[in-house]
């Protein structure tokens, strides 16, 4: 068999190899998972026959809200299937869709080495995947083909290419608005372009360039005026820069922080893709550009990319609720990078070498991602085994103190993606109850809300922002006095002792009815 009808054939097989950290473990366990799957119980809730409890501490909110794909994703797979076999099959899409749509837009950018879309496989398994970024990462999927519709449009602009256009923009405003604002500066990069195309050219067009630029506004009206209602809203335009600088995002990007999880052997595959996009970024610049499809300038995607690597540079980490925005902006970059490498004229042996490289590379991301997540079923174990203990429809507030899980030997383990940060929501959700650490709830983000007067973000720490803390520094009777009701239950996750202030309200005021087998997990019933 040759090369030509071979290499396809592996590509899907690579592909789903990548799903093998998400089938081989028996609930793929990341940080946000299970608070996504209790957002939309209590959703289902809210919209039926709601438990009193929940009734009494959330409130529904049904607005055009940007992310309302997540729910909609996970609805009906939450109503047919147990939540972690929802999860499963909701990361499952991104993990298998984000490389296909990486080949789809390779071909319509008529791309001659389809071996180029391997370069997206490393992208799949990211600490962003760790962190349960459902609606950030599937959004990821309509940006490469986005930006492929967006370099393509024909010039002048006709009616097609503007419905695309404005389907993009509200597709991705109700997938992730960061995508949609990054999707923006594409666009008006690409457009930028075009000017200076024309200012090179003896016969400076500027009258269809300002036509073609009105009817993309027009396009785009009703995705900007949503947006605009987003961030005019209170808290949703909230910037707040963080601890992280642009020294610290440039050694990021320079040490492939995206790729590092959860072992310094993540070291490997992240600087083998690095050198690889180095060395495939270096070579094409020596490459005679190629034109795109509709007449766009050559090298658009490269400048797209550009925009995008200075965008993760200097937006804010933290955004209308949302964190790790610097991180996740680096991913676009690299999106944008790969297109444009996978549009130049490569000769047979380096795209295969790319494939291989990039198959290596996967592989070796493969196995220790799906080591570690076999590795967290044991912490997950520990807190399944004092659910059970847990009467229904309580309040319940967790309490953790090392949202990266313990090793056999009683130390922290090495994970950024946090995995046990929100197993709250585990019990929460099995006893149609109420999580207290949900900040989503605490948002004007979604559609599901604390109640003002039962807000733990208000009422149980001095600043919102301390609940993040591990442990938050909790005032349980103060949470009471504001809302009228009582704290039923109290979870802790790797509580190594110490912290007099907590354990002073334990002891006062609630005792111990469900110990896991090594220790991790406690369960705390409020005493009469």
């Not at 529904?60 to 809200?65: A, E, I, N, R």
């Not at 676009?332 to 990039?358: D, E, H, K, N, P």
């Not at 989503?440 to 983000?445: D, G, I, L, M, V």
């Not at 002792?497 to 991790?520: E, I, N």
Request: some cysteine; overall charge positive.
């Amino acid at each position: 068999m040759t090369w030509r009808r071979l290499e396809p054939l592996l590509f899907l097989v690579v592909v789903g190899a990548c799903l093998a950290p998400v089938w081989l473990p028996r609930e793929f366990l990341t940080q946000d998972g299970p608070r996504l799957v209790h957002n939309v119980v209590l959703l289902h809730q809210l919209l039926g026959q709601a438990p009193e409890v929940v009734d009494a501490t959330y409130s529904l909110h049904l607005q055009p809200l940007p992310g309302l794909f997540t729910f909609a994703l996970l609805s009906p797979l939450v109503a047919l299937a147990p939540p972690a076999l929802a999860q499963k099959l909701a990361f499952s899409l991104f993990v298998v869709g984000l490389p296909l749509a990486t080949r789809v837009a390779l071909r319509w950018l008529g791309a001659t080495r389809p071996e180029l879309a391997w370069l997206a496989l490393p992208l799949v398994h990211t600490v962003l995947l760790g962190l349960g970024l459902l609606g950030f990462c599937s959004s990821l999927v309509l940006f490469v083909l986005g930006l492929v519709a967006i370099v393509s449009t024909t010039v002048p602009v006709t009616r097609r290419s503007l419905v695309v256009l404005a389907a993009l923009g509200l597709g991705l405003y109700l997938v992730h608005p960061l995508t949609l604002v990054v999707s923006l500066l594409c666009l008006a990069t690409v457009q930028l372009c075009r000017v200076g195309t024309l200012l090179v050219s003896p016969a400076r067009a500027w009258a269809p360039l300002a036509r073609d630029l009105g009817w993309q506004a027009v396009a785009l009206a009703p995705s900007l005026l949503l947006l605009a209602w987003y961030l005019s809203r209170p808290g949703g335009g909230a910037v707040g820069q963080g601890t992280l600088g642009v020294g610290a995002r440039v050694q990021g990007l320079l040490t492939m922080d995206l790729l590092l999880r959860a072992s310094v052997w993540d070291l490997v595959p992240a600087l083998g893709f690095g050198v690889l996009m180095l060395v495939l970024f270096a070579a094409s610049l020596r490459l005679p550009p190629r034109q795109l499809p509709g007449g766009a300038s050559p090298r658009a995607l490269l400048a797209a990319a550009g925009a995008c690597l200075l965008w993760s540079l200097v937006v804010p980490d933290q955004v209308g609720g949302g964190s790790v925005v610097a991180l996740r902006s680096q991913v676009f970059a690299y999106l944008a990078l790969i297109l444009w490498l996978g549009t130049q004229r490569w000769s047979a042996g380096v795209a295969r070498g790319v494939a291989l490289a990039c198959a290596a590379v996967v592989g070796v991301q493969v196995v220790l991602s799906a080591s570690h997540q076999l590795r967290l079923q044991a912490d997950l174990a520990e807190v399944d085994a004092v659910a059970t203990a847990m009467e229904p429809g309580r309040v319940l507030l967790p309490v953790v103190f090392s949202s990266s899980g313990l090793a056999p030997d009683g130390t922290p383990r090495m994970d950024r993606s946090r995995p046990l940060g929100h197993v709250g929501a585990r019990l929460a959700t099995a006893s149609r109850g109420v999580d207290m650490a949900n900040w989503q709830y605490h948002t004007r983000a979604f559609p599901v809300r604390y109640r003002p007067t039962q807000d733990p973000f208000e009422h149980l720490v001095d600043d919102p922002s301390q609940m993040e803390l591990e442990p938050p520094p909790v005032d349980i009777a103060a949470w009471e006095r504001a809302s009228g009701a009582q704290v039923d239950y109290v979870l802790t996750i790797a509580d190594p002792g110490g912290h007099p202030a907590l354990r002073t309200q334990l002891d006062q005021h609630y005792r111990r009815v469900a110990t896991s087998p090594r220790g991790l997990a406690v369960l705390y019933r409020r005493t009469p």
